[in-house]
């Protein structure tokens, strides 16, 4: 994985400029702040490590690293072996436990050059994720929408810090580092996925995080207890404080969220579908 030279100047060109007043218009009715946070939830039977949801899908593996796929009020395994798996606007992605990563393509997963411990493909039609030495990355949309077979190109941007976890909405991306501090990195777009120059620090710690299809942010803190961010808008990406969610105190390992869907991973695996 490299840094992609012909992207570096591009960030702050007319074009961008365009592409903020035309293509983010869409996303503008998505962009409302939250702040009910009653959930009601329903345990799902199985157990996993890791879930993740999107595009009105839902993806996850258990502990033995094999991928399910929830439809029909059941889960269904999916071919393969996979430590991570995302899903969203960019396709279904994941990664091993050699740290390759793969795109679903056509029911088969097709290897992708690069090497992260971690994706997500929540962003807009791009994907980003962590390296295994803790740098992040990302991928435009002119790699990620059009990647069929392993000989096409995959040019990986590379971002400046080190992350452990890294999660990208329509409208900013977050990420959290070895100390469990929280960064957000706001003016993400398809075609200019690593943003703004600077990274943003928020305050409060969290093991984890996710950033839903409609910008909302979520995660969980070492302690296990679940997170969202209020008041995340275009106009506020970084949101303005964080309030505890009143499930599962304790408990929780991993969240994702979509479409109203609040799913969680408690520590024993045990899988809840919670809804406001």
């Known amino acids: 994985m490299h840094k992609d030279p012909a992207i570096t100047e591009s960030y702050f060109s007319e074009e961008r400029d365009m592409y903020l007043r035309t293509a983010m218009l869409p996303f503008a009715l998505l962009c409302l702040a939250t702040s009910c946070f009653a959930f009601s939830c329903k345990q799902s039977p199985g157990a996993l490590v890791q879930i993740d949801v999107g595009a009105g899908q839902v993806f996850g593996v258990n502990s033995d690293d094999d991928i399910f796929t ?3 009020q059941e889960w269904h395994q999916v071919t393969g072996k996979l430590t991570h798996v995302t899903v969203g606007s960019a396709g279904v992605w994941g ?3 050699h740290n390759q ?3 679903l393509v056509a029911g088969d997963w097709t290897n992708v050059p690069g090497v992260l411990k971690q994706i997500d493909a929540g962003g807009d039609q791009f994907v980003a994720g962590v390296h295994k030495e803790n740098s992040p990355y990302c991928l435009l949309k002119k790699n990620t929408i ?3 077979q392993a000989s096409d190109s995959a040019n990986w941007v590379q971002l400046p810090g080190a992350m452990k976890y890294y999660s990208c909405g329509p409208i900013s991306c977050w990420g959290v580092n070895h100390n ?3 960064y957000v990195r706001k003016g993400v777009f398809p075609n200019a996925c690593s943003g703004d120059v600077d990274w943003q620090h928020i305050s409060g710690s969290l093991s984890m995080i996710e950033v839903g299809s409609d910008g909302s942010v979520y995660g969980v803190n070492s302690n296990g207890d679940i997170y969202q961010r209020s008041s995340v808008s275009c106009d506020l990406p970084e949101g303005e404080s964080w309030s505890q969610v009143p499930v599962f105190a304790g408990q929780a390992k991993h969240v994702s969220y979509d479409l109203g869907h ?8 045990d899988i809840h579908d919670c809804t406001k």
Request: aromatic share 22%; no cysteine; charged share 15%.
């Open 180 to 182: 469990d501090e929280i």
């Open 101 to 103: 990563i793969y795109k």
């Open 95 to 97: 990664v091993n436990t």
């Open 262 to 269: 609040l799913w969680v991973v408690l520590k024993s695996g």
């Open 70 to 72: 929830w439809y029909g």
């Open 146 to 148: 059009g990647y069929t």
